[in-house]
């Protein structure tokens, strides 16, 4: 069997129409270079050994999370220094105009103007913003930044922060500044990337206190994680009780491991049923972007 037979067969089985990934990773060609040159390179904020599986042309990209049988999926940018977001932003606009079923994403960086070229970005149809911490080493609670999360939290389009400290500790990351950022903006639609790992009680005990924080999947469960960050057993109840508010992600194309792998890890996660299954790897992202 292929893996996208064996893809197909897993949500086929639950009933769903399909899989909707929200952490996925498209960009253009020379920044998608450069992040495998760093990969490949076990860069200091990657730590360890770290092949791409699904190292293949933009393209082929696309047709293999469709033939899993992924309905929607995002093309997470980010920026790691000014004037870059908002070429970022041009670049996946025109992507997602390309590619219908890929959520129309942008991404944001602490700078004068970033509230301008966001509003932009939502006005124009953006569904998901990237934030990333750890590579954009910034403070979420930076001056620059505080008009752009108003613009957000008003018009309650959901970001995909990285804020945990893995896969190693950056210097803005962790709970804390989540805490203070929510603290003068609890509307906002945050989904926190990789479940929060390795902080991964401190996220859900803040997805326990602000209704609109969700975490995602990513590389979380799985052996290549769980070596050195595993999620904590005293928390399991905790993640069955939040079925309602966690989302399936990838980061395809960037995993060690397999897709279908990924989803395994999930299914043979203890106490863990249909219903939450069908949450995780559809409906609950169905329904936070209102897709049919």
Request: one cysteine or more; hydrophobic letters at 40%; aromatic letters at 10%.
């Amino acid at each position: 069997m292929s893996e996208s037979e064996s893809v197909r067969q897993i949500w086929e089985s639950l009933g769903l129409p399909g899989m909707i990934d929200v952490h996925t990773h498209f960009m253009p060609k020379n920044v998608m270079d450069k992040v495998w040159q760093y990969f490949d390179a076990q860069g200091p904020m990657i730590g360890r050994e770290w092949p791409i599986t699904y190292r293949a042309e933009e393209a082929e990209r696309v047709a293999t999370l469709r033939s899993f049988g992924v309905r929607r999926f995002s093309s997470l940018v980010y920026p790691h220094k000014p004037h870059m977001a908002e070429w970022l932003n041009q670049w996946a606009a025109g992507f997602a105009a390309e590619t219908p079923d890929c959520l129309a994403t942008a991404t944001f960086y602490p700078e004068p103007g970033a509230a301008d070229y966001v509003a932009r970005a939502i006005a124009a149809g953006t569904q998901v913003f990237k934030a990333h911490i750890q590579v954009g080493r910034y403070d979420p609670n930076d001056p620059l930044l505080t008009d752009v999360w108003g613009v957000i939290e008003d018009a309650g389009v959901p970001v995909i922060i990285h804020c945990g400290s893995g896969p190693v500790p950056g210097e803005f990351t962790g709970p804390l500044r989540i805490e203070k950022l929510l603290a003068r903006h609890p509307r906002l639609a945050l989904i926190v990337a990789h479940m929060g790992m390795p902080e991964y009680s401190e996220f859900l005990d803040i997805a326990e206190r602000f209704d609109n924080v969700r975490l995602d999947t990513t590389m979380a469960f799985t052996p290549f994680v769980e070596s050195t960050m595993p999620f904590p057993r005293a928390d399991e109840n905790r993640l069955r009780a939040m079925g309602d508010r966690i989302l399936f992600g990838s980061d395809f194309p960037n995993i060690p491991y397999s897709y279908v792998d990924a989803i395994r890890t999930m299914t043979d996660l203890p106490g863990i049923d249909d219903a939450w299954l069908r949450n995780v790897l559809h409906d609950n992202a169905a329904r936070l972007f209102g897709l049919t």
